[in-house]
């Protein structure tokens, strides 16, 4: 499963609330990134459009399909939806596979991928899994399709539709439909899977489930 990776947290631990606060930080690459303050932490606005891993290394990108069925890739990798970084890379960002999580220099220096732990507080504080992705979904555009079970964004966190690209095939998928974001966890029960949060354009809650790193 290849995914967007939304909402790098940044590394220090707040116990004062800086919901609202607003500010802003710049990859390896250049690219400039919104960043919003909810509850005690501080998140990303936006997916990801790295290329290069915090150390300067590059990411590989990986366009075909037969590259992605490859059982033994066992590199950090990306792509763009539909191979498109026209249309796509602005609004979406990449597309990485959970192997590009595990370098942990994915995220700009002093930032990092939430945990699961860091992913349920947000949710909590947002009023639980059953109402908490209506609730960063973006709603003030037309990127998730009909019906967009949105409750009214007052957190700035700018959910999108991003969609996905599957191993199993290599097709992408999902794109208006759904946004999933990487957890930064490996099951216990399964060193070979790896764990993400899902949001429908249909649904309002949120939900978790795992899938095989390769």
Request: charged content about 20%; glycine content about 12%.
């Amino acid at each position: 499963m290849i995914v967007p990776l939304y909402g790098c947290e940044y590394d220090s631990s707040l116990t004062n609330d800086v919901t609202g606060q607003i500010d802003t930080l710049v990859d390896i690459d250049g690219n400039k990134y919104n960043t919003i303050g909810i509850g005690t932490q501080i998140w990303m606005q936006e997916n990801l459009k790295v290329t290069h891993l915090a150390d300067g290394s590059k990411i590989t990108l990986l366009e075909q399909n037969t590259d992605w069925l490859n059982r033994n890739l066992n590199i950090a990798a990306y792509c763009w939806y539909d191979n498109d970084s026209i249309n796509n890379k602005p609004t979406y960002g990449g597309l990485y596979n959970f192997f590009t999580v595990e370098t942990g220099l994915i995220c700009p220096t002093g930032w990092h991928v939430p945990s699961q732990a860091e992913w349920k507080m947000l949710v909590d504080y947002l009023g639980g899994k059953e109402v908490a992705g209506g609730k960063l979904k973006d709603y003030s555009g037309s990127y998730w399709t009909s019906p967009n079970h949105c409750i009214e964004n007052n957190f700035g966190f700018v959910g999108l539709p991003g969609g996905y690209r599957t191993s199993r095939t290599g097709l992408f998928n999902g794109k208006g439909y759904g946004g999933s974001w990487w957890e930064n966890r490996i099951s216990k029960e399964d060193s070979s899977k790896s764990l993400k949060l899902s949001v429908a354009s249909s649904e309002h809650n949120i939900s978790e489930s795992y899938f095989l790193k390769k």
